[in-house]
């Protein structure tokens, strides 16, 4: 026989104990040292306790055939004060999330890249990144290029983004956006 309870809110008795299900303890505050276990798989609730957004809507020039950092001037989100000088620092060990997107500002190129170093090496070209990559774009096109990642960090690795031109000469690009969030940790 099986039964369902729908309800809206479940409610605690006291602020501490929380609300048990099988075996699943549900509570509000901080649950980041919180472990849940459900049919066999295990997870520490911690996504959100690391989450950066910033961007730049002005221009950063690319050196012609050169990898340069891509620049971030403004701050939506910096849970935690990880990030600085264009560079995010992993607080503590985990599995982050990281999407990075910039556009060519009216020129024409064979290619445009865009690569995560990771503690100042480029990890394009391995198993485990995701390179952005736009061939063969005439001027007065504007595409994205995007880059989305998930990384298993220490604390204190740092993460970079660079970004590649090959026109003939130095280009601007601009409204470039990072995103990072911790979504947990390998157990």
Aim: hydrophobic content about 30%; overall charge negative.
């Amino acid at each position: 026989m099986s039964s369902e309870i729908k309800v809206d809110t479940i409610s605690e008795n006291t602020s501490a104990n929380g609300v048990s299900i099988d075996s699943v303890t549900l509570k509000d505050g901080d649950v980041s040292s919180t472990t849940i276990t459900m049919d066999g798989l295990t997870t520490k609730v911690s996504a959100g306790d690391v989450i950066f957004q910033g961007g730049k809507t002005g221009n950063t020039t690319l050196t012609n055939g050169t990898y340069t950092q891509i620049q971030f001037t403004s701050e939506s989100y910096d849970r935690g004060n990880n990030f600085a000088s264009n560079t995010f620092t992993a607080p503590k060990d985990g599995v982050y999330l990281f999407h990075c997107q910039f556009r060519p500002n009216n020129f024409a190129f064979d290619r445009i890249l865009l690569n995560i170093y990771k503690n100042d090496s480029s990890i394009a070209g391995t198993a485990i990144s995701n390179t952005g990559e736009v061939s063969n774009t005439n001027a007065g096109e504007y595409p994205s290029i995007n880059a989305t990642n998930l990384l298993s960090l220490a604390a204190n690795d740092t993460i970079k983004m660079y970004g590649y031109q090959n026109s003939g000469g130095d280009q601007t690009i601009f409204e470039a956006t990072l995103f990072v969030i911790r979504v947990g940790t390998f157990d």
